[in-house]
């Protein structure tokens, strides 16, 4: 299985700054022939039911505000949110795709300073 | 809009059985695959099941293969994990989503069942 390592686990910051959140996965999760990197991120909020942010590594799904970014290659990922806002006090899960069992990183928990 | 809910959660006890629906609605059900992810009380995402788009192809964790059995029908617009043998450690919400593009990807999410094992 590939195992998805996030850190940090827990991060507080401040309204209006940045937010960075790291996935290490144990294998690559770049497939050759497309280019495409399997890798996904997934935020929860409060007592709510995970929603998609961003798939192939970088594609920011509709409806997602553009202060989150995701950026990486290979075994090395990065979601990053520009300026904090109130509501995305939330957990975020990295998620590769490339091969069964799709596997989620523990999570980071974002909150508020 | 698409829309995923799911039912059947329950409290029961070890060794017993439950079925789960998920109800989907908003999209072409029979064109996508579709998961069930659980989520124990604190702990983090855990994937359980998929099945492709036709039925055809089923792929489970190795924590509940040989007990649960993820089925649908396209008819209906309705996704089923069927639980036996349940276990203490099976006590999760248990989410549908549905498949995206890439057999694995996952990009809606339901609200959640519960289910409790306990004695």
């Known amino acids: 299985d590939i195992v998805m390592t996030q850190s940090p686990d827990s991060l507080a910051v401040s309204l209006g700054e940045r937010a960075t959140i790291n996935c290490k996965s144990s294998q690559s999760v770049l497939y050759s022939s497309n280019n495409k990197n399997y890798l996904a991120w997934h935020q929860q909020r409060p007592g709510q039911p995970p929603k998609l942010l961003i798939y192939w590594a970088s594609t920011r799904e509709s409806g997602v505000p553009d202060r989150f970014r995701g950026s990486g290659s290979g075994t090395d990922f990065t979601l990053t949110i520009s300026s904090l806002q109130a509501e995305d006090v939330a957990v975020y899960y990295c998620q590769q795709y490339y091969t069964t069992p799709p596997t989620f990183g523990q999570g980071t928990k974002v909150e508020i300073k | 809009q698409v829309l995923l809910v799911e039912s059947g959660g329950d409290v029961v006890q070890p060794g017993k059985s439950l079925r789960l629906s998920c109800a989907a609605s908003g999209f072409t059900f029979s064109n996508s695959g579709m998961h069930w992810v659980r989520q124990a009380p604190g702990k983090g995402l855990e994937w359980v099941a998929v099945i492709w788009y036709d039925g055809s192809t089923k792929h489970y964790a190795d924590s509940v293969k040989g007990r649960f059995i993820i089925s649908r029908d396209n008819s209906e617009n309705m996704l089923y994990l069927q639980m036996n043998s349940l276990r203490v450690e099976d006590t999760a919400v248990y989410y549908c989503?549905?498949?995206?593009?890439?057999?694995?990807?996952?990009?809606?999410w339901g609200l959640g069942t519960t289910v409790t094992v306990s004695s």
């Open positions: 989503a549905r498949g995206g593009g890439a057999t694995y990807d996952m990009d809606v």
